[in-house]
């Protein structure tokens, strides 16, 4: 049976008159407490929450980085003295600062090596020992500080440099050669052990460091070469004071040894909202 429109509109109860039907208080504040507001009504001068998917999911992506994130982790190991009392750049005299800084030292860190006018040239070695390592090693660097290895004369003053019997004398010959190396100078270098970082992971780092002439001394008149003009004379052998070495190495905790493994909870979360925005975007562009 077909309706009458007409007929059945009008038999509905008249539309509540709001002159002559006042709002209840309970109505009030109903409406005070849930306004009628659409979802995703915005007000002027309010950016709408759906216009940047991209950006909500940049900003996804930066909480679940930093959530679940792996930390860095800063294993330091030293021998010798690291506050000797004089800096990098400084001549020192042996007494008292030198032997002050090397007193109560482990060897090769405690005296003075080789003699640059009877000979023989400075030779030393040492060894760290710390934790073996697990986490995968994003860092690593030597430090090693020097008294009056010469540097600064001819040639190259390094006659062997191994880590862990890997050769690395020509690389510490050209911080050598680049700068510091004064007669009597105290330096300071740091060589980058990253490449390194298999043989460091055992938790033992074994070095070896022998100087070479020639070296430099103050000019003295029973020198044989000895240039009266010249206060400081090239001589056959390089003596030296090892003065501490340092080996930090920085690892990065909780990251997955195996790149192919399963994604996190979070991972899966992510790529969700990724695929999500892509497909807002692609139904509002068709």
């Not at 009030?28 to 849930?34: D, I, K, M, V």
């Amino acid at each position: 049976m077909l309706l009458d429109s007409k007929r059945w509109t009008s038999q509905l109860p008249p539309a509540r008159n709001a002159a002559q039907h006042p709002p209840s208080f309970l109505s009030q504040a109903r409406t005070r407490l849930h306004p009628r507001r659409p979802l995703w009504q915005v007000t002027p001068g309010e950016a709408h929450p759906m216009k940047h998917p991209l950006s909500a999911l940049t900003l996804a992506a930066g909480i679940l980085a930093a959530s679940s994130g792996a930390s860095a982790a800063v294993m330091t190991t030293s021998l010798g003295n690291t506050a000797p009392g004089f800096n990098d750049g400084d001549t020192p005299a042996l007494v008292p600062q030198i032997l002050a800084a090397q007193s109560g030292q482990p060897a090769p860190f405690n005296a003075g090596l080789g003699n640059e006018v009877i000979g023989p040239s400075a030779t030393g070695a040492w060894t760290f020992t710390y934790a073996p390592i697990a986490d995968p090693i994003i860092s690593a660097t030597l430090d090693i500080g020097l008294v009056d290895h010469d540097s600064a004369a001819a040639g190259d003053q390094v006659l062997l440099f191994t880590v862990d019997g890997i050769d690395l004398t020509s690389n510490l010959n050209t911080l050598f050669n680049a700068s510091g190396g004064g007669n009597n100078e105290y330096n300071v270098y740091q060589l980058d052990l990253l490449s390194l970082a298999g043989a460091l992971a055992d938790g033992s780092a074994s070095i070896v460091l022998n100087l070479q002439g020639p070296g430099l001394q103050e000019c003295l008149i029973f020198l044989p070469g000895c240039d009266p003009n010249n206060p400081v004379s090239a001589t056959t052998f390089n003596g030296a004071h090892y003065i501490f070495s340092m080996l930090t190495i920085e690892t990065r905790e909780g990251m997955p040894p195996n790149p192919n493994d399963v994604p996190e909870p979070a991972s899966l979360v992510l790529l969700g909202l990724g695929l999500s925005a892509l497909a807002w975007r692609r139904r509002r562009n068709p």
